[in-house]
């Protein structure tokens, strides 16, 4: 299912099941841009019938909000100028050297972190399937801006805790932002975690844009409101929680705070604090 957000921005709904992001589609007056290549041959091949249900000028360009599995595995499928962070292709020329048999071996990822045994895991059933696993071909180290006729978009490097190379897609005269992954959590480690130090500066950058809408990867979208929201409530746990250590401490601090009884979500953003204060020590 295709779903219209502006007159030129479309996008298909993130599924839980499968772990399947949101896919965005760009429409220029000359060329149009996809945001982010799908997980897996199937789902990006689903999102490319999709699109041909409505007018859009020809695909000229896929940005990449960031290198893990689910966002990646389709470039080769839509095969077209591919724009991605100099890290963004880092990360996966190191998991087409460990799928390649080099080192680390496949067998020895999970030690260097969940994400990169899962990236590698992942793509490695696509590559049995057939698929190519390819990176960009236009490379960025901060922002680049890219001309569609009659809209552009930005593409910046925003970093955050999820991952360093995390980028977002900002839809100018539309006012429309695609993050990504990159308001989420570390989730490199069982202990998943936002620190202060990478998520303020994060939400600085999102809010210096005048956005109407963001779409994240794996939720519905949000408006400037809900977004402003939803950041005040993280940066007002943040701030509560400081540089605790001790979850029950932080518990105890934040309930204080806020008068009241707090509910299961407040309680994971305490933790993730405190998890983000720890591994910083």
Same mark, same amino acid.
């Given at each position: &299912? ?9 996008? &298909? ?7 399947? +992001? @949101?896919?965005? =589609? ?7 841009? *996809? ?21 859009? %000028? ?17 470039? #080769?499928?839509? /095969?077209?100028? %591919? ?19 080099? %080192? ?7 030690i260097?972190? $969940?994400?990169?045994?899962?990236? @590698?895991?992942? =793509? ?9 696993? $390819? ?6 180290t901060?922002?680049?801006?890219? !001309? ?15 991952a360093?190379? #995390? ?7 539309e006012? *429309?932002?695609?993050?990504? /992954? ?10 998943? #975690? ?12 999102i ?6 809408y ?5 939720? +519905?979208?949000? %408006?400037?409101? #809900? ?24 518990? @105890? ?6 008068n009241?009884?707090? !509910? ?7 933790? @993730? ?9």
């Open positions: &299912m295709l779903n219209k957000l502006t007159n030129r921005v479309y996008y &298909m709904p993130y599924r839980d099941e499968g772990c399947r +992001p @949101s896919l965005g =589609l760009v429409i220029g007056d000359k060329y149009s841009l *996809v945001v982010d290549a799908g997980n897996s041959i199937e789902h990006t091949n689903e999102f490319l019938e999709e699109i041909k249900s409505i007018n859009h %000028t020809p695909i000229k360009y896929l940005a990449i909000t960031h290198w893990h599995w689910d966002h990646v595995a389709g470039i #080769s499928i839509i /095969d077209v100028d %591919t724009i991605c962070h100099k890290r963004t292709n880092e990360k996966i020329e190191e998991v087409k050297n460990i799928l390649s048999g080099g %080192t680390p071996k496949l067998k020895d990822a999970k260097l972190g $969940r994400e990169l045994y899962s990236t @590698s895991t992942k =793509l490695k059933v696509q590559m049995n399937k057939g698929l190519e696993i $390819r990176g960009g071909n236009i490379e960025f901060e922002k680049v801006k890219v !001309d569609l006729g009659g809209i552009s978009c930005i593409i910046e490097n925003i970093e955050g805790d999820h360093d190379d #995390s980028s977002l897609i900002y839809v100018t005269d006012k *429309v932002m695609f993050l990504g /992954d990159s308001t989420y959590r570390n989730l490199n480690t069982d202990e998943r #975690s936002y620190s202060r130090e990478k998520l303020y500066p994060l939400i600085e950058k809010l210096s844009y005048d956005t109407e963001y779409l994240t990867a794996h939720k +519905p979208y949000y %408006t400037k409101e #809900s977004m402003k929201e939803y950041f005040d409530m993280l940066t007002f746990i943040g701030d509560t929680i400081g540089d605790s250590l001790d979850l029950e401490r932080a518990l @105890s601090t934040y309930k204080k705070k806020v009241r009884e707090i !509910d299961s979500e407040e309680r994971m953003y305490v933790e @993730s604090f405190v998890n983000g204060n720890k591994k910083l020590k």
